[in-house]
């Protein structure tokens, strides 16, 4: 088995300057001490400073201004959705308000792709969903679910709706381990979805965002229990 990547200390100190900016101790629009007085705080030199300046820079979390200083973006004013599953990953609180995207935006792919599936896209829809019944194990269904959802978008035709059926998956993964609930068993998590590919193959666009609609919510509601057993079982161990 291949070793995993052990954390570097510009790893480890982008980690740190991350939590404290999302945790508020230091606010959106104020500037970050003096770099050698960081440098000097965390026992670091500059130079790894800033490739960890430059990783927060990237993500959307600091812009550095030549004489000026490093400020603290105001990432829900100026971010985007790229930023989702680090937030998720400081908080899943984050994640009821994905569920609630997630549930307006499904079912309008849903309704969409009923109106623009070429046959060949409803094919591929239907082995997609076989896929998810031959499926072995929670994680395995949960990924074969999620491609039948990004079939979906792309038979929309509209690039923009597969992107954000991305920018959701990825929002979630940090956490999706404590998310497998509806993908335990096969057959379940099969027949749960079954019914959106059904009216998206009989080109039946309101059936379509019906059946999506019930599919989120029912997923929805097994995910966020799973979700509250997981915070009880990490809470107690502390």
Request: avoid cysteine; proline fraction near 4%.
């Amino acid at each position: 088995m291949e070793a995993l990547p052990r954390e570097t200390v510009v790893d480890v100190l982008e980690k740190r300057l991350r939590e404290d900016i999302l945790a508020g101790r230091h606010p959106a629009g104020s500037y970050l001490p003096p770099e050698r007085e960081l440098a000097d705080e965390f026992g670091v030199n500059r130079t790894t400073l800033k490739h960890a300046f430059g990783r927060l820079a990237q993500s959307g979390l600091l812009e550095t201004r030549h004489g000026v200083g490093t400020r603290v973006r105001d990432f829900l004013r100026l971010g985007g959705a790229d930023l989702l599953p680090m937030l998720v990953r400081h908080s899943p609180d984050w994640i009821g308000e994905i569920f609630e995207v997630r549930r307006s935006i499904g079912a309008l792919i849903a309704e969409r792709a009923a109106d623009r599936a070429t046959e060949a896209q409803v094919a591929e829809l239907w082995a997609l969903l076989a896929a998810v019944a031959d499926a072995d194990g929670g994680d395995a269904v949960q990924l074969a679910d999620a491609e039948v959802h990004r079939a979906l978008a792309r038979a929309t035709g509209n690039r923009v709706y597969v992107l954000l059926t991305n920018t959701l998956f990825n929002a979630y993964l940090p956490v999706r381990a404590a998310l497998v609930g509806p993908f335990t068993e096969a057959r379940a998590a099969h027949d749960r979805l079954a019914p959106v590919v059904e009216a998206v193959a009989v080109r039946d666009s309101e059936a379509a965002r019906v059946a999506a609609g019930a599919y989120l919510a029912a997923t929805e509601r097994i995910m966020l229990e799973g979700l509250a057993r997981s915070r009880e079982r990490r809470d107690g161990a502390l």
